[in-house]
DNA sequence: TGATATATCTTGTCATAATAAGTAGTACCC
DNA sequence: GGGTACTACTTATTATGACAAGATATATCA
């Protein structure tokens, strides 16, 4: 019944349409669809993957949120200038936005412990103080250079599963949500920029007194509980946070 | 055919899904469905308004990436915590923000002047290379204490009515939609850390080498033409940014 | 009683299909 | 030659129907 054109593997437990998704992701990003005009028409996708309408209008149509590809009426869909200012107000970790513009990204975990929650981390988590939590430390490398440290904090229970994954080369977002099933809600941003200090020069591999965006950053679940506190470190010559935002209507 | 039920037009131009989402985020606005665990299931919105099911769940995703609601699945949709959090990400500027918060500001002028756009310029107002623009530089205060440099660049023509204005006391934000009529939609935000230089630390009476928030504002009307490009340059121990954002789902 | 099975809610995914509407090229008529 | 109408593309909207899968309460059985 299913043709397995294309290599889209029905029988996953991924549906169709973020196959397709994640094969026209691919496609842009080596370049097979280039920038501006290009990108096969609704039918031909459907006829190239076997699938319904449906399907891959929502495949598009979720590339078209994240700002791969944008859309004219009667025209066609069309490959987004590489641009890079996808990421318009989308809560991702950094993997991840490093990922979906193509780059690779390596974590090395410098401590994984438990400790006791201090008033800021009890009142953030939601936790009482004094109660055990999860703290992570990961440098972030791109290219071989380190990028950021990550101070991850989430709930023992949480942590103590995290402490078998392979944080070096995933996301702990994605493991939240794919493996673990929490549904990742909103998140709430700090921003300021700070002077590295011995440690941090140290592991950034930038002098000290260089500037460093520090982000604070607590997410919550769907349902709007919070589920992981992390402070983000920055070079500050090496990242910049884009993010689009709208003037606030209703 | 169409059964006109609970005041859809169908004959409206308006997409059949647009209708019932503004119905829905207008009960959801005055309080017909709570926080937390109302709105109908999708088959009783289906026979509400006598419309398909597809239909219903466009209405709904498109609620849920606005942040108002949120699924559940096999379990059902669910009207977001409302008030304070809606705020997601708002764009607003410095004044206006410290406003909000019970501060007041001053900002004073140190230059205001027209000049031809550069490569970069031109390209983010979208004008030609070496038209005119107009450029404003202001120092913002907050408590007599100097906080942000503010490098502004705005197309000729509102260049020169913002030269009558007092900009001293009034936000560019507030003129350009009160007394102007411009209709502001997005911002694309791009923050990072850098030091201060000699100007910058005079201007903003810290030490050379102090860390620097350093963003970029490109400000789109809500026709989603650049309007309003600026440099902000916030000093570091003064300033933090916040907002929310969240995570993109569908 | 307690564990299991079932029925029935819910949302999630996918297919098929019809009509509308925007775009652009072509053929036709004047 | 130039304007108009037609046609053949495209995406946009909406409908109907089906089955999958998560959640939950109920009923059943050991």
Same mark, same amino acid.
């Given at each position: ?31 097979? =669809? ?25 495949? #598009? ?23 890079? @200012? ?19 990204? #390596? ?12 008033? *800021? ?11 055990? +939590?999860?703290?992570?430390?990961? +440098?972030? =490398? ?10 991850? =904090? ?39 920029? *700070? ?22 950053? #607590?997410? @919550? ?9 992390? =402070? ?19």
């Amino acid at each position: 019944m299913k043709p397995d054109k294309d290599s889209v593997i029905s029988m996953s437990p991924v549906p169709l349409y973020t196959q397709i998704k994640e094969i026209l992701r691919e496609r842009i990003l080596n370049g097979t =669809y280039q920038a501006h005009e290009q990108m096969p028409s609704e039918s031909d996708l459907i006829k190239a993957f076997g699938v319904s309408r449906i399907t891959v209008r929502q495949a #598009l149509g979720d590339l078209q949120k994240e700002g791969l590809v944008f859309k004219i009426h009667g025209k066609g869909t069309y490959v987004s200038k590489p641009k890079a @200012f996808q990421s318009l107000a989308k809560l991702q970790g950094f993997g991840e936005a490093m990922a979906s513009m193509g780059y690779e990204t #390596l974590s090395r975990v410098i401590s994984h412990k438990e400790l006791l929650a201090d008033k *800021v981390i009890a009142l953030k988590l939601d936790v009482a103080e004094g109660e055990v +939590v999860a703290e992570i430390r990961r +440098v972030r =490398y791109l290219n071989r250079s380190p990028i950021s440290l990550d101070v991850t =904090y989430v709930p023992k229970s949480v942590g103590e599963r995290l402490a078998k994954e392979d944080l070096a080369h995933r996301d702990i977002f994605l493991i939240l949500e794919n493996d673990y099933g929490y549904s990742l809600g909103q998140a709430e941003l700090q921003i300021e920029a *700070v002077l590295a200090d011995d440690i941090l020069a140290r592991l950034l591999q930038v002098e000290e007194g260089a500037p460093i965006l520090r982000i604070e950053r #607590l997410t @919550f679940t769907a349902d709007n509980r919070p589920l992981d506190y992390e =402070y983000l470190y920055y070079r500050g010559d090496a990242f910049q946070y884009r993010l689009r935002i709208e003037r606030g209507h209703l």
